[in-house]
């Protein structure tokens, strides 16, 4: 098990969805906020690989192979990080 | 639904192919689009499996889970979980999948299998999830979940016959849970796992098709350039392309009418013949190829995928008046029709903005206006049909309405307040497909079937009606303005002209809108039979158009009755009125009270008068009357 201060950092290293690069694949790591169940239905899940494709109000992501629009409000409650390649 | 067979349910996720599949196994034509929550109700009909035997099948909304959502979603999770009165638990449940996005898709199946009902899965659009590089795994995908799985292309109906195999008699066996049933935590995990095990996706991410086309039609500059050229067409055809089928229409009917007048002998039959049906019932008719064409390019729109961008587009315009994007494909399907247009505001989450929409969705010009506006326009620019003025006046009257409904929106939405539940915007994108020309047809022309009934059944009774209150009772005069003012409809119009009277209109044009509130279209024929009889006498002007006989009519003080004044004071009142008694019974059922279907008739028919009367007595101080 990770130290606390370990597990603090890399949360503190994860960016939201909204604030993240266009054209770039990322790895969800956490939703939180209300609108989870509704992410989460539409495959926005934990471990999952997301590439963002489109910024603006509303953003576009590609999610296991499907194309899903999503405002800014909801991308805000999806935490990133870059994903390995 | 009483029935002696047993019941198979199709369930899914929006846009999996549910209804596609539906018709394949049944035979029948539903509607189907490329565009999450085309079905937002549900569908019944009757299969037979592969021994022969027979099984009454439905089809539910699409679904993302059984917990919530918006209202089409809480049908489908109803019926499956048993909780509907009207429809039994189902026996079986084949989940349909889209095979490229199974990670998303499993969820509703394994939520399914929870249910301890037996399940068949049905893995759909294998063709595309395969072009994509997606290596899939059915036999694994069978093991995971210890159900049936079969690869199916419903739209080209591949693996048909081994999914009604797969159904088998009796059905397979009811499938249990390897995860901890009810924790979703635990479900998702398992459903992610299995996904993993059973489809390999390409390492590298490949731009497809759906990738490319969007980065032109999602632009924020070319987006809105193709978006406007794509509205511009529609609206387009409709006022100018669709005048070439009309004009056959019209040739076709005086041929009739020319026909039966030479053939008959004069009376009263002949009379009712020529004036009442072919004249009444044929001035709706004409408009036919409009209505076709509308509903052809709605169809188009959903079917290749393009509906959902749209939305997307619209979405920041539609926030500004307290809407969303999702809101759109209602309200662009009322200009076809209202009705339609208020069944798909079922997929809007927010259960504040769905009544909003409801509620202004008949101010977006639905097509039974068409034939009112053609009418009176060209009244406007003396006579004459076409020309880039006339489309202009049709620009401004959509624009009107719409621009109407948005503020009225945004008023109703500001006194509604926020939701209990905040919704967001979240729609997918589904990757764009050649339209299913098959299905766009025989859907366009059940609409057309629709219209026509319509003239053949409420119109042609509105016009015999009609046809008889101008005729009876019967004076023995040659004079037709007398003949006319002994009638029924000579005594009504006497009694509203001091209502209607200061909206410009005299009391036949008022007894024509009193007829059209039971179908707008019907304004055309009564106008036609109303006014035709004051013009018998003289051959000439009988021969000529209807808009010629308006043209002609003046106040007993000589001033001209159809001046600009009152044109469009006429054509306000019918941007505005709610004159479709269908749409209040389907408003009054959506929102689940009269209250609302009945307010907003009260709310729109007093506006339209009032809007209407303002409007008159505006352009009589500009001097237009």
């Known amino acids: 098990m990770s130290h606390p201060l370990v597990q603090e950092l890399k949360s503190d290293s994860l960016q939201s969805l909204s604030q993240a690069k266009v054209g770039c694949d990322f790895q969800i790591r956490r939703l939180e906020g209300p609108g989870c169940d509704q992410l989460r239905n539409l495959g926005f899940c934990e471990s999952l690989q997301v590439r963002k494709l489109a910024n603006g109000r509303n953003l576009i992501c590609s999610v296991c192979g499907t194309r899903v629009a999503l405002s800014s409000d909801l991308a805000d409650q999806v935490k990133v990080e870059a994903a390995s390649s | 639904m009483e029935t002696s067979n047993e019941l198979i349910a199709l369930a899914g996720n929006p846009n999996a192919g549910k209804t596609t599949l539906f018709n394949a196994l049944t035979g029948s034509a539903a509607k189907v689009g490329n565009y999450a929550g085309v079905t937002v109700s549900v569908k019944h009909g009757e299969m037979r499996n592969s021994h022969g035997k027979a099984l009454d099948l439905i089809d539910l909304p699409g679904t993302y889970s059984l917990s919530g959502g918006s209202p089409d979603q809480q049908i489908a999770r109803g019926v499956l979980l048993g909780e509907n009165d009207k429809i039994a638990k189902p026996d079986l449940v084949v989940c349909v999948l889209d095979a490229s996005n199974l990670e998303r898709h499993l969820q509703i199946a394994l939520e399914v299998i929870e249910l301890e009902i037996p399940v068949v899965v049905a893995l759909n659009m294998i063709d595309q999830a395969e072009k994509t590089g997606l290596r899939l795994d059915p036999v694994k995908l069978s093991e995971e979940l210890g159900v049936p799985v079969v690869p199916i292309q419903a739209d080209k109906g591949k693996g048909i016959i081994e999914l009604k195999q797969a159904l088998g008699h009796p059905f397979p066996p009811t499938p249990e849970a390897s995860w901890e049933k009810g924790d979703e935590a635990s479900r998702r995990a398992f459903g992610l796992q299995v996904a993993e095990l059973a489809a390999r996706r390409p390492e590298a991410h490949t731009s497809t098709l759906s990738d490319k086309l969007d980065r032109v039609l999602l632009h924020p500059v070319l987006g809105w350039v193709c978006f406007i050229g794509i509205m511009f067409a529609l609206f387009w055809s409709i006022f100018s392309f669709a005048s070439i089928p009309m004009g056959w229409i019209e040739s076709l009917q005086d041929w009739a009418s020319g026909t039966v007048e030479n053939t008959m002998a004069e009376g009263d039959l002949r009379d009712l013949l020529t004036q009442g049906i072919i004249g009444g019932v044929g001035s709706v008719i004409i408009f036919l190829p409009q209505i076709i064409l509308l509903f052809f390019f709605i169809?188009?729109?959903?079917?290749?995928?393009?509906?959902?961008?749209?939305?997307?587009?619209?979405?920041?315009?539609?926030?500004?008046?307290?809407?969303?994007?999702?809101?759109?494909?209602?309200?662009?399907?009322?200009?076809?029709?209202?009705?339609?247009?208020?069944?798909?505001?079922?997929?809007?989450?927010?259960?504040?903005?769905?009544?909003?929409?409801?509620?202004?969705?008949?101010?977006?010009?639905?097509?039974?206006?068409?034939?009112?506006?053609?009418?009176?326009?060209?009244?406007?620019?003396?006579?004459?049909?076409?020309?880039?003025?006339?489309?202009?006046?049709?620009?401004?009257?959509?624009?009107?309405?719409?621009?109407?409904?948005?503020?009225?929106?945004?008023?109703?939405?500001?006194?509604?307040?926020?939701?209990?539940?905040?919704?967001?915007?979240?729609?997918?994108?589904?990757?764009?497909?050649?339209?299913?020309?098959?299905?766009?047809?025989?859907?366009?022309?059940?609409?057309?079937?629709?219209?026509?009934?319509?003239?053949?059944?409420?119109?042609?009774?509105?016009?015999?009606?009609?046809?008889?209150?101008?005729?009876?009772?019967?004076?023995?005069?040659?004079?037709?303005?007398?003949?006319?003012?002994?009638?029924?409809?000579?005594?009504?119009?006497?009694?509203?002209?001091?209502?209607?009277?200061?909206?410009?209109?005299?009391?036949?044009?008022?007894?024509?809108?009193?007829?059209?509130?039971?179908?707008?279209?019907?304004?055309?024929?009564?106008?036609?039979?109303?006014?035709?009889?004051?013009?018998?006498?003289?051959?000439?002007?009988?021969?000529?158009?209807?808009?010629?006989?308006?043209?002609?009519?003046?106040?007993?003080?000589?001033?001209?009755?159809?001046?600009?004044?009152?044109?469009?004071?006429?054509?306000?009142?019918?941007?505005?009125?709610?004159?479709?008694?269908?749409?209040?019974?389907?408003?009054?059922?959506?929102?689940?009270?009269?209250?609302?279907?009945?307010?907003?008739?009260?709310?729109?028919?007093?506006?339209?008068?009032?809007?209407?009367?303002?409007?008159?007595?505006?352009?009589?101080?500009?001097?237009?009357?």
Request: net charge positive; with cysteine.
């Open chain 2, 299 to 625: 169809g188009l729109m959903e079917s290749s995928g393009y509906m959902a961008r749209a939305a997307f587009l619209m979405d920041g315009f539609m926030a500004k008046v307290g809407l969303s994007g999702k809101a759109f494909l209602p309200l662009l399907s009322s200009y076809a029709c209202a009705i339609p247009g208020v069944m798909a505001a079922r997929t809007i989450d927010s259960p504040k903005e769905r009544l909003v929409t409801i509620f202004v969705a008949p101010w977006m010009s639905c097509s039974a206006r068409l034939p009112v506006y053609l009418l009176l326009v060209p009244m406007l620019l003396g006579g004459s049909e076409g020309g880039a003025k006339q489309a202009l006046i049709f620009l401004s009257i959509y624009v009107l309405g719409t621009l109407t409904a948005f503020v009225v929106a945004r008023i109703l939405r500001g006194k509604l307040g926020p939701d209990d539940i905040q919704s967001h915007f979240l729609l997918e994108l589904p990757p764009y497909r050649l339209p299913q020309w098959k299905y766009i047809l025989r859907h366009v022309l059940d609409r057309a079937w629709a219209f026509l009934r319509n003239a053949g059944t409420v119109i042609l009774g509105i016009m015999i009606l009609l046809w008889a209150a101008t005729t009876y009772p019967k004076l023995d005069s040659d004079d037709p303005g007398e003949v006319l003012s002994h009638s029924i409809v000579g005594r009504v119009s006497v009694a509203i002209e001091p209502i209607v009277k200061p909206m410009g209109f005299d009391g036949r044009t008022g007894t024509a809108i009193l007829t059209s509130f039971a179908a707008r279209e019907v304004f055309v024929g009564s106008m036609a039979q109303l006014f035709h009889v004051n013009e018998a006498d003289d051959d000439a002007e009988t021969r000529n158009s209807i808009r010629e006989i308006l043209a002609a009519q003046t106040w007993p003080d000589g001033r001209k009755m159809f001046s600009p004044a009152a044109v469009i004071s006429l054509l306000i009142f019918y941007i505005y009125a709610l004159q479709c008694l269908p749409t209040t019974a389907v408003v009054a059922r959506e929102t689940g009270s009269w209250k609302w279907g009945i307010g907003q008739f009260i709310f729109m028919t007093v506006f339209a008068g009032l809007a209407s009367l303002l409007v008159y007595q505006v352009a009589k101080l500009f001097g237009l009357s």
